[in-house]
């Protein structure tokens, strides 16, 4: 027999090879914390006067927010898709289910934690395929949030910082930007362009530091 899931490797029984049951451990136990980091992207840069020497300070919500970050968050999001698995788990196996945790946060982390302890048992369901290519797909988009501009599979880009474009009402960008060699490097939120000469200055004038150069003053407009 085929592992179903990389469909490469032989296995005597079951649904999943040791490797990618090794790989569904892994995700398993990062997407709780994959799942409270989502919480930072809830609100994506930052405001505030943009004088000389100054200091800008957070923003209350100056960047429309991501919605999939909200369905990854939200009740039919990661936390939907380990308790179903769950559900069907401890039917299949004739268990009464357990009852849930009041808060978003500790259900995800039970239902995983529950998940991976049986682990061992779902690599050899008929299920097994199915419940590793959702935690798969799962992990994938959440990895694409919070490590965006890149594959699973390819290098890390480097983060160089927050947007500085500066808008005419003194409105900080603060959109992420992301260092890629093979393509301009241009903020996807306001467009100002980031030549590889410029980078030094965008880390220099983070928020927290000095306040934007005037050349980018208005550049977000």
Not at 21 to 33: F, G, Q, S, W, Y
Not at 116 to 128: K, P, T, V
Request: charged content about 20%.
């Amino acid at each position: 027999m085929i592992c179903t899931l990389c469909d490469t490797r032989e296995i005597e029984y079951g649904s999943l090879c040791a490797s990618c049951t090794r790989a569904t451990h892994e995700r398993l136990t990062r997407l709780p914390r994959l799942w409270a980091s989502l919480e930072s992207w809830l609100t994506p840069g930052t405001t505030g006067s943009a004088q000389y020497g100054g200091r800008v300070r957070l923003a209350e919500a100056p960047l429309p927010l991501d919605s999939e970050v909200l369905d990854l968050r939200a009740e039919g999001g990661i936390v939907g898709v380990l308790e179903d698995w769950r559900t069907a788990l401890y039917e299949t196996r004739g268990w009464a289910q357990p009852e849930r945790a009041a808060s978003l946060g500790n259900r995800i982390w039970i239902a995983a934690g529950d998940l991976d302890r049986h682990l061992d048992w779902i690599s050899r369901w008929y299920a097994g395929e199915a419940f590793g290519w959702d935690i798969r797909r799962l992990f994938q988009r959440v990895h694409r949030v919070v490590q965006p501009g890149h594959g699973l599979d390819r290098p890390k880009p480097t983060f160089l910082g927050h947007c500085i474009a500066v808008d005419p009402s003194g409105v900080i960008c603060g959109a992420k930007i992301f260092a890629d060699m093979r393509t301009a490097v241009q903020c996807e939120w306001c467009l100002c362009v980031y030549p590889p000469d410029r980078w030094l200055a965008l880390r220099h004038f983070q928020p927290g530091n000095q306040a934007a150069p005037d050349g980018l003053q208005a550049a977000a407009a």
